[in-house]
């Protein structure tokens, strides 16, 4: 059974600094592409950073680039994602997924949503 299992959220002040962890059991992340997808309250799910299983390219949306990284650890099938400078409108659910879908470029994983599998999220909440 597959399952991603995403941890490290929590209530931060702006200009503080989070990191995500995203859990995989069942599935081996170095065949998958990973991404961070986040949900704020009323507004649609939003494909911030997405790694291509094929070339390692990593995409990610105007905004989070500079504040936001994605990386990940094989060995401990754990994909993270490090986020500095948090701004408000930085708060939402916060998912990982990862695709077995054939992509001509990862931005397409961010763009369409294209998760295989998803987590059930973490909450990051930034305010002062």
């Known amino acids: 059974q597959v399952q991603l299992v995403e941890s490290g959220g929590g209530v931060v002040k702006p200009g503080g600094s989070l990191r995500l962890s995203c859990s995989a059991s069942?599935?081996?992340?170095?065949?998958?592409?990973i991404g961070w997808f986040r949900q704020a309250p009323g507004k649609e799910r939003e494909g911030i950073s997405c790694?291509?299983?094929?070339?390692?390219?990593?995409y990610y949306a105007n905004s989070v680039k500079g504040r936001f990284t994605l990386s990940s650890d094989s060995a401990k099938k754990t994909v993270y994602m490090q986020m500095n400078s948090l701004k408000p409108e930085d708060t939402a659910v916060y998912y990982c997924?990862?695709?077995?879908?054939?992509?001509?470029?990862?931005?397409?994983?961010?763009?369409?949503?294209?998760?295989?599998?998803w987590g059930k999220g973490t909450l990051v909440t930034v305010y002062s």
């Open positions: 997924a990862a695709s077995t879908h054939t992509l001509s470029a990862v931005q397409t994983m961010c763009d369409l949503r294209l998760g295989s599998y």
């Open positions: 069942g599935i081996a992340l170095n065949y998958y592409h």
């Open positions: 790694s291509s299983k094929s070339d390692e390219s990593t």
